[in-house]
């Protein structure tokens, strides 16, 4: 697999945050051009089979993918996993303890919506929940615009919300998205290669001009393969849609030439 092929490696379904069904996304994709796809959900890998079984049936080469939130110098941290077994029952156990904190976490971001005088988001919340059991952030952000309480969701996040949990690791979802200083930010690049982590989002929607510059750099400095994945959420949300993004910059190696014997493709 070369390096400008149109993968795409980050998207959300509806099992998640995202608004579309698996198949759906699929249908998409497809009809976008891409590639190569993962369908990477939060902490959940019920979507998989139904992505892949999607993908494949569309021709379209597929990736089991995973978006896990951790925990880094008080700061929640986004990695991507790709590649891995979906069917694997240390795998799901672990989600499973990580998605189980997210009702209390949930309940603990009403409580503080509650203090500034936001009351009843939690049943707010659960209006847009598909799997009751993956309430997050988001689902309370889009309450929050629906409700007219902020106007976009990315102000929800600024000024309310957030959230954290110990993980685990593979790929540094949009590394431009985080506050870090400086320091802090070398040290987060530095321990995740520590923890074998072996690669970083390039290339996504969260990502701008000069942020594709930098971590081209961040990348050929700690030796980290590249990855490119839109970061779909919704028709509606997302300014980025699925395919669409550049191609990865040619000095970088793609993280899917470390992949290619996990790569899922119609027989
Ligand atoms: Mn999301
Ligand atoms: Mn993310
Ligand atoms: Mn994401």
Known sequence: MNSSINADLHCHSAVS??????????ARAKANGVELWALTDHDEVSGQQRARDAALSLALPYLNGTEISVTFAGTTVHIVGLGFDADDETLKAGLAATRGGRRERALEMAEG????????????????VSNPELISRTHFARHLVESGKCSDTQE??????????????????????????ANEEYALFTEFKAHGGRG????????GAADFIKYTDMALEFDLLASRGSDFHSPEESRIDLGTLPDLPAQLTPVWTALADRVHRAS
Do not use: M, N, Q
């Not at 945050?17 to 699929?26: C, I, N, Q, S, V």
């Not at 600024?158 to 110990?166: A, E, M, Q, S, T």
């Open 17 to 26: 945050d995202g608004t579309l069904a698996p198949e759906a996304l699929a």
């Open 113 to 128: 919506l509650a203090k500034v005088g936001i009351e009843g988001a939690y049943e707010g919340a659960l209006k847009f």
């Open 156 to 181: 929800v996040f600024r000024r309310f919300l957030v959230d954290g949990k110990p993980g685990y690791v593979a790929v540094i979802a949009h590394p431009g998205r985080y506050k870090f200083s």
């Open 200 to 207: 970083v989002e390039v290339v996504t929607g969260s990502h």
